[in-house]
């Protein structure tokens, strides 16, 4: 019994610092305002502070089963994660969409990337009902894109509105994410969010292969 | 062998009624204004489901779907008219269920399968039974039932509402197949078409692995069951009402945006089991096509390129006016660097569509691309 609590207590602590010892990306100017991944950088909003995990993995439940996937993330809140949160994700082509098994393929559309990207948020638990309240061109950093606006209601009932602008390349899936409850947040805080995709940009790191699931990380799987 | 049918029903309803405490069922309306201070309660939980429901954008907004649908049952128990309320509920599950105060929710899923208005009736009248023989308060509810409504996204607090949607014992489902067939043919319905339902859903099921929470399927004796009604409506002399040409006038729109849900939901081998497979297509309209390709499209295997645009060519065939297929194919010979034919789709879709249609802004970057 000892010896797999200790297992478990190692398990985690590998965890942990797997997650903190690499982080993909770094406030890299003096001023603490330019967020650096591996494959693309920002400018976070005056204000907004990035939050401390560097994901390199996340974990979702496909077919009733908790599966491991890799992917790079950054997160930023003004007010509190619980909040109202800025997320700028990178999918590598083989998981883009994870939750409908998709790949994405660098000839996709922007408009069938959105369309996928909404099947694939509502397999999540929580956003079965998410609503698409428009779905519009774009561009993110000169790249043809998608912008949605969603909107879904969370158990304590409180509308939660999300604004995505995405698009594929070759290396992937690039999501910057806004969400925040329509009460108050979403219209205060949507004009940063809008400065920050304005100043997303990609990196060279970005046509590196993906990385290989860390030991650690299988446990998970 | 119709006695020993209905013996074999009864069997299963005295067990039933001898462990459940055997509340009188109701007659009319007016019965219900006497429940006790348990039956309220539970009324109460039910009130506050419909409101969650309700609150949360679940009632499929079809006033002239669901007026139809309320005009059966109150043909199927005029005695109850006022206090039995059907509802259509926003889900593509094949599935239906009645709440123990006496609302009832029928899935755009199920009704998109359902073929004339006899089978919309026996699986109303079913409901509605469990409801008039108070089968919520008869039946103790069981915690694992919850699992049912967690796969539909619904906000749940009360068990008793759960235990409607998941179903009720052996023994109460029974009883709901008696007094609801009873029911169907007082009220001037063939039953001959009742079993279908049935089997139709039956087939799906096996055809589609599905684990959801499913009208009926949770109860073992399914296929006994179909052999039941098969062998009462055999000696049922003929006639009644079948209601195929009104029904299906309905449900077009509906069969039409259950497709459209399917692949939004990512339920692609639904949405290709029904639009293959003859008998089921024949009631859907030929719109249905467009779904068809959109869901190869999104399903992504070997030859599934090659079958969507033959679906996408088959829907412009017969369904010409229906704007969304214009620029799946314009976006196909986009892809293919036909930039000539991949203009014309584009263009017939913008002189199609709506001006506020959801995809009109990407066709008109496509065009200023193209040119």
């Given at each position: 019994m000892m010896i797999r609590k200790i297992s478990a207590l190692l398990v985690l602590v590998a965890a942990v610092s797997g997650c903190a010892s690499k982080p993909y990306w770094t406030l890299t100017d003096d001023a603490n305002k330019v967020a650096q991944s591996k494959s693309f950088e920002m400018t976070v909003p005056e204000g907004w502070n990035r939050t401390t995990a560097a994901d390199t993995w996340d974990q979702l439940t496909i077919d009733d089963k908790v599966q491991t996937v890799l992917l790079e993330r950054m997160a930023a809140s003004r007010d509190g994660t619980g909040i109202h949160t800025i997320t700028v994700t990178r999918r590598y082509p083989d998981t883009a969409f994870p939750a409908i098994k998709k790949k994405s393929r660098a000839n996709m559309l922007p408009l069938e990337v959105a369309d996928l990207y909404v099947s694939d948020l509502r397999k999540r638990s929580g956003l079965e009902r998410l609503k698409v309240l428009s779905n519009k061109p774009a561009q993110v950093n000169g790249k043809p894109a998608y912008q949605l606006v969603m909107e879904f209601k969370n158990e304590d009932g409180l509308r939660v509105r999300i604004v995505s602008h995405g698009f594929v390349d070759n290396t992937g899936f690039y999501t910057i994410n806004y969400r925040a409850p329509t009460l108050y947040y979403y219209e205060r805080d949507y004009g940063d969010y809008a400065k920050l995709v304005r100043s997303f940009r990609l990196l060279k790191g970005a046509f590196d292969p993906p990385p290989k699931v860390p030991g650690w990380a299988k446990e998970f799987t | 062998m119709n006695r020993i049918l209905w013996l074999v029903l009864t069997s299963f309803l005295v067990g039933g009624c001898a462990t459940t405490g055997g509340a009188s069922s109701f007659t009319n309306a007016s019965d219900t204004t006497t429940v006790g201070e348990n039956e309220r309660r539970l009324w109460h939980e039910a009130s506050g489901f419909d409101t969650t429901i309700e609150r949360s954008g679940q009632i499929y907004d079809d006033r002239r779907a669901t007026a139809y649908l309320q005009s059966v049952m109150d043909r199927l128990y005029p005695e109850f008219k006022g206090k039995i309320q059907v509802h259509i509920y926003d889900s593509t599950q094949l599935n239906a269920f009645a709440l123990p105060n006496g609302s009832i929710y029928f899935n755009i899923g199920l009704l998109a399968r359902i073929e004339n208005e006899a089978q919309l009736a026996t699986v109303l009248a079913h409901e509605a039974a469990h409801f008039i023989e108070r089968h919520s308060f008869r039946q103790r509810v069981?915690?694992?039932?919850?699992s049912a409504f967690a796969v539909s996204g619904i906000p749940f607090s009360s068990l008793a509402a759960i235990s409607s949607v998941s179903g009720f014992s052996r023994d109460l489902e029974t009883e709901a197949d008696q007094k609801g067939y009873e029911r169907l043919v007082k009220s001037g319905y063939d039953p001959r078409d009742a079993h279908k339902v049935f089997q139709t859903l039956a087939n799906e099921v096996k055809a589609l692995g599905t684990k959801e929470p499913y009208f009926f399927s949770s109860h073992p004796k399914l296929l006994e069951r179909i052999e039941a009604y098969k062998e009462l409506a055999a000696t049922h002399k003929g006639g009644g009402r079948l209601g195929a040409e009104e029904y299906n006038r309905v449900m077009q729109p509906i069969r039409l945006d259950a497709l459209r849900k399917d692949v939004g939901q990512d339920r692609l081998k639904s949405v290709i089991l029904v639009m293959e497979d003859n008998n089921l297509r024949r009631y859907y309209p030929a719109a249905g096509y467009y779904y068809l390709g959109e869901a190869y499209t999104r399903r992504d295997q070997k030859n599934d390129a090659q079958k969507a645009l033959q679906a996408f060519q088959t829907a412009e065939k017969l369904s010409p006016n229906f704007a969304p297929t214009y620029n799946r194919l314009g976006m196909h010979y986009m892809k293919t660097g036909n930039k000539i034919q991949a203009l014309q789709y584009f263009n017939k879709y913008l002189r199609l569509a709506p001006s506020d249609a959801r995809d009109r802004s990407y066709v008109q970057q496509y065009v200023s691309s193209l040119k």
């Open positions: - | 069981s915690a694992k039932n919850a």
